[in-house]
């Protein structure tokens, strides 16, 4: 599970890891799909569930809304209108030359810390990990070794560069390194399309397959148009209203809910309701219940009952449907224009989208599924009133992600998918002065760079694709400026209110002596944020060719000379060929040198800063190690006083294998340990439990060991038996056999003596144990009688199995060498009639071709 896609929510969070079956999302520790993204501070941290269940009583402590607070400056209209819903205290951090970003106040371990927002967002992401981790682990494995190594993050489509790059370094003082921050709607596109692909429903390349998504989640909503092809999605268009989500329709609930209860007890309360962040916490929770019951068609009202709401007063009240509804309209007037807007930007209409997927928690209120019935023009009557539901409504981003992660990956191998992403707002580049030639920009990659005036550029239009390099080229020298910032086109595309446009600058150092031909390239990352690629000098210059060169250019001109000439035209041409391989000549090339440069940014974690965020983050995860082994310590302990006392007491347990002083001082030992962890030795230090443990333990050791001792003796002595027996019947037998005649009468005495010696020990044993009690400590010990059992085979098997030896090799004797006599030949000799009748043959043969010659 080491490649995963998180869905990083404003209320929670989703992680899903891709495996060979597919992409499974994880549960945690409590079998739920959904994380609370909160995270809590006291003596020690909380995260997730254990964060969210003490989060009424641990308010102030208790920090959530990460994604809507990260990367936005302290004074943000939008990040202060956050900070008013929000239980916990909100402080600025002061950095030099930067506008003040958000930090959160909190007690931690009894002292007060200020955290960067930032890092609170990478410590839930680090959680999910550790979620992911723990679950791998339960299968087998080292925990650490398991934690997940490639990461896809969802992100919301209108977040700034400003707010991509202050999550990304919220995730690196975790430890956590981002493959791709990805917009959540090309998540659920990719969720929706790589399945469908698979199945060959996107079978026409001409003819792509257009499909909306809407995605109304806990805070925000987002409307995007996608195309379909084989192999391939193109993000034709993104809306959004990032301050639309479910829970303003719990909002609208809580406050009337309030208003009732405050006409009711009109003069008895203290201050308003609503005013209290912990009755504030209670009254949105019942909203949000609330709604949820009334989210499915045919349910006509809901019971809203809440105790002890402030001033040990209760109220209940009963909500309808139509209330319900007529409370939230200016809500569902909302839903329309994103649709409209994304319709207009691709030119399409509700009859060319071949599906309109819903996802996102909000999603499933049956008011706003009526409303994007209506504005889309669907049939009403139909199941959902038209719209598909076929996706996951909590787990498609996270499943987008965890694709997404794969296929980045090297540990996968995925079948290619492209995914055409979509920039929300216009980056231009601008600079000191003119450009060459008024203006010029060269651009690499799909799309064109648009002048926005005399000296800047819009490198990034809005709907173009990332990542991607393009570049300008400038006549300077010295040392000049290139500013990447949002064009004021961005505000016609709701641009966040109160972010500065300004992106990045760069200071570029240049050659100081004469205008340089200066090239600039500007990257967006996959991230889809911007930075300096490189800055070059582009320098013409004349280098003389090689002399190979020259000659085959010569050559090359005789050949010519020989075709438009003839003879005569070749043997003129031919000096002029001879003189081209002497002249040498000279030819344009391009040099290209680096220049340095330098990248300050309106708002950045500084290094300072980081390194101040990762020191507080190891101190605290050291604390997190040291408090949740404190923990296990004193549930360890729990467990053994609980365990052991009921053992003591009963009859088939250890009861009967202690003596009565002994269990009388054991249990009194338990109970004292028991009282102690109730009282003060409930918030002891580790130590202190490993001591308590290690003392108990003296007394509970000794009786297990003697009620082990007593189970395991028997198989160990009838172990011990049958090797004895095995190797005394086989001395018996083996005398006067063939087959082990090999073995001397030594051997067999060693044998004969290792054998008895083992079993007068064994039946002498046998004597001291049988006279003893069970709740006496053992005369013998069953290691002792494996030991014995192992000496006796490693005495007598080398001796059983002795190999025969092999019957030694007989030498051959060598054949007598006969003398050859030798024989003078005499011509004049007869040959001897007991001559061979080879010869004979072979005369008679020869004699007729005498004959004839």
């Given amino acids: 599970m080491s490649v995963v896609g998180l869905d990083f929510g404003c209320k929670n969070a989703v992680i899903a890891a891709a495996g060979r079956g597919g992409v499974d999302v994880i549960l945690n520790g409590n079998s739920n799909r959904l994380n609370p993204c909160m995270v809590g501070f006291d003596q020690s941290r909380t995260m997730g569930e254990q964060a969210g269940s003490t989060a009424s009583s641990n308010y102030k402590n208790t920090v959530y809304s990460m994604k809507r607070l990260v990367g936005l400056p302290f004074d943000n209209p939008s990040a202060q209108a956050e900070m008013k819903r929000c239980s916990f205290s909100c402080v600025p951090i002061n950095t030099d030359g930067q506008p003040s970003s958000i930090g959160v106040k909190v007690n931690y371990n009894s002292e007060e810390k200020v955290i960067p927002i930032e890092a609170v967002a990478g410590m839930m992401v680090k959680h999910m990990g550790d979620i992911c981790a723990e679950k791998s682990a339960a299968a087998g494995g080292d925990i650490q070794q398991l934690f997940p190594k490639d990461w896809v993050v969802s992100v919301p489509s209108y977040y700034t560069d400003a707010q991509k790059r202050a999550f990304l370094s919220g995730c690196q003082v975790s430890g956590i390194d981002v493959r791709r921050l990805m917009h959540e709607n090309t998540a659920t596109a990719l969720a929706y399309g790589i399945f469908k692909d698979i199945r060959k429903e996107f079978a026409n390349k001409d003819e792509p397959t257009h499909v909306m998504f809407i995605d109304l989640g806990a805070t925000s909503y987002t409307v995007s148009v996608v195309d379909f092809v084989p192999g391939k999605l193109i993000v034709k268009s993104t809306q959004s209203d990032s301050d639309l989500g479910g829970r303003e329709f719990d909002l609208k609930i809580a406050q009337w809910f309030a208003d009732k209860f405050e006409e009711k007890y009109k003069g008895k309360l203290s201050a308003k309701p609503m005013s209290k962040p912990k009755v504030m916490l209670k009254l949105l929770a019942a909203a949000e219940k609330a709604k949820k019951t009334l989210s499915p068609a045919g349910v006509k009202e809901v019971r809203m009952q809440v105790e002890c709401i402030m001033d040990d007063l209760d109220f209940g009240i009963t909500l309808t449907s139509a209330k319900y509804e007529e409370m939230c309209q200016p809500l569902l007037n909302r839903l329309n224009a994103p649709v409209q807007r994304a319709l207009d930007e691709t030119k399409l209409k509700p009859s060319d989208l071949s599906s309109i997927e819903v996802v996102g928690g909000g999603s499933r209120v049956s008011c706003v599924k009526i409303m994007l019935a209506t504005t889309l023009g669907l049939d009403k009557s139909a199941i959902n009133y038209g719209l598909s539901t076929t996706m996951n409504a909590d787990e498609s981003v996270a499943r987008g992600c965890a694709l997404q992660s794969a296929i980045l990956s090297p540990r996968f191998k995925v079948l290619p998918y492209e995914i055409i992403e979509y920039q929300p707002y216009p980056i231009q580049v601008s600079w000191e002065g003119e450009s060459e030639n008024g203006h010029s920009a060269e651009m690499e990659g799909e799309g064109e760079g648009n002048a926005a005036s005399p000296n800047s550029v819009v490198m990034f239009d809005r709907g173009s694709n990332f990542p991607c390099v393009r570049r300008v080229t400038l006549r300077r020298s010295g040392e000049f400026k290139v500013v990447a910032s949002y064009h004021e086109s961005s505000l016609n595309h709701f641009f966040?209110?109160?972010?500065?446009?300004?992106?990045?600058?760069?200071?570029?150092?240049?050659?100081?002596?004469?205008?340089?031909?200066?090239?600039?390239?500007?990257?967006?990352?996959?991230?889809?944020?911007?930075?300096?690629?490189?800055?070059?000098?582009?320098?013409?210059?004349?280098?003389?060719?090689?002399?190979?060169?020259a000659a085959k250019e010569g050559e090359a001109k005789k050949e010519e000379a020989k075709e438009e000439e003839g003879a005569e035209g070749e043997a003129k041409k031919e000096g002029e060929v001879v003189e081209a391989k002497k002249e040498v000549e000279k030819k344009k090339k391009v040099k290209k040198t680096n220049l340095e440069s330098t990248t300050s940014r309106p708002t950045q974690m500084t290094k300072v800063a980081f390194d101040a965020a990762f020191e507080l983050e190891v101190a605290m995860a050291n604390a997190d190690r040291i408090v949740k082994e404190t923990a296990d310590l004193r549930n360890e302990l729990e467990s053994y006083v609980y365990d052991m006392r009921d053992k003591i007491i009963s009859e088939s347990s250890l009861k009967s294998y202690c003596t009565s002083s002994e269990a009388a001082s054991f249990s009194s030992e338990l109970e004292k340990c028991e009282n102690w962890l109730y009282e003060d030795g409930f918030d002891a230090a580790k130590k202190v439990y490993v001591e308590k443990l290690a003392g108990l333990k003296k007394y509970g050791d000794k009786i297990q060991y003697r009620m082990k001792e007593s189970q395991t003796r028997p198989n160990a002595f009838s172990s011990l038996k049958s090797t004895v027996e095995k190797y005394t019947n086989w001395l018996n037998s083996s005398v006067g056999d063939e087959k082990f005649a090999h073995i001397t009468d030594e051997e067999r005495t060693k044998c004969h003596t290792k054998c008895d010696e083992t079993s007068g020990w064994m039946y002498e044993m046998l004597d001291k144990q049988g006279s003893l009690a069970v709740n006496a400590d053992p005369a013998v010990t069953t290691a002792q009688i494996i030991t014995r059992n192992k000496e006796l085979s490693n005495s007598v098997s080398p001796i059983m199995h002795k190999p025969v030896p092999k019957p030694k090799a007989v030498p051959k004797p060598e054949p007598e060498k006969k003398e050859e006599k030798k024989e003078e030949k005499n011509e004049d000799d007869v040959p001897a009639p007991m001559d061979t009748g080879e010869e004979t043959k072979v005369e008679a043969e020869t004699k007729p071709m005498d004959t004839s010659a």
Avoid: W, Y
């Fill in 496 to 549: 966040p209110e109160g972010c500065t446009r300004e992106i990045a600058t760069f200071q570029i150092k240049s050659i100081a002596s004469g205008e340089n031909k200066i090239r600039v390239n500007v990257k967006q990352d996959l991230h889809g944020i911007v930075s300096l690629s490189s800055a070059q000098v582009i320098e013409e210059i004349m280098e003389e060719e090689e002399p190979a060169e």
